[in-house]
């Protein structure tokens, strides 16, 4: 009986373990309607805010790595769940003032590298 028991606190204790473990996501953001072509991005409504919600966000360690392609951002950030990346990210000012469009999804790193910026 007490195998047993410890059995179920050691299965018990690895379930609590991996459920409390963060997620990877990534956000992609893309230009909104409240985007105005005429101005610079440092010029633009709520971009103010935008930068400070980032810069809380690498702070607090919930930003791992972010990148600019095209005419697209992205950044990979840690949530428990796509429901709290979701909250994370859609609070920002830009997002929620649509001078920023905002798409969360799970991500699934195939690879473990260290991205670095070429020197």
Same mark, same amino acid.
């Given at each position: 009986?007490?195998?047993?028991?410890?059995?179920?606190?050691?299965?018990?204790?690895?379930?609590?373990?991996?459920?409390?473990? +963060?997620?990877?996501?990534?956000?992609?953001?893309?230009?909104?309607?409240?985007? +105005?072509?005429?101005?610079q991005p440092q010029?633009?409504?709520?971009?103010?805010?935008?930068?400070?919600?980032?810069?809380?966000?690498?702070?607090?360690?919930?930003?791992?790595?972010?990148?600019?392609?095209? +005419?697209?951002?992205?950044?990979?950030i840690a949530a428990?769940?796509?429901?709290?990346?979701?909250?994370?990210?859609?609070?920002?000012?830009?997002?929620?003032?649509?001078?920023?469009?905002? +798409?969360?999804?799970?991500?699934?790193?195939?690879?473990?590298?260290?991205?670095?910026?070429?020197?």
């Amino acid at each position: 009986m007490k195998k047993l028991l410890l059995l179920f606190t050691m299965i018990l204790t690895g379930l609590l373990a991996h459920a409390q473990t +963060d997620s990877l996501f990534i956000v992609t953001y893309t230009t909104g309607s409240a985007w +105005d072509v005429a101005k610079q991005p440092q010029e633009q409504s709520w971009f103010k805010e935008h930068s400070a919600n980032l810069s809380k966000l690498r702070k607090d360690g919930k930003i791992k790595a972010g990148a600019r392609y095209a +005419d697209k951002g992205i950044i990979v950030i840690a949530a428990k769940t796509i429901a709290s990346a979701k909250e994370l990210i859609f609070a920002d000012a830009a997002v929620v003032n649509k001078l920023f469009v905002a +798409d969360v999804q799970k991500l699934n790193v195939f690879y473990e590298g260290c991205l670095e910026r070429p020197k």
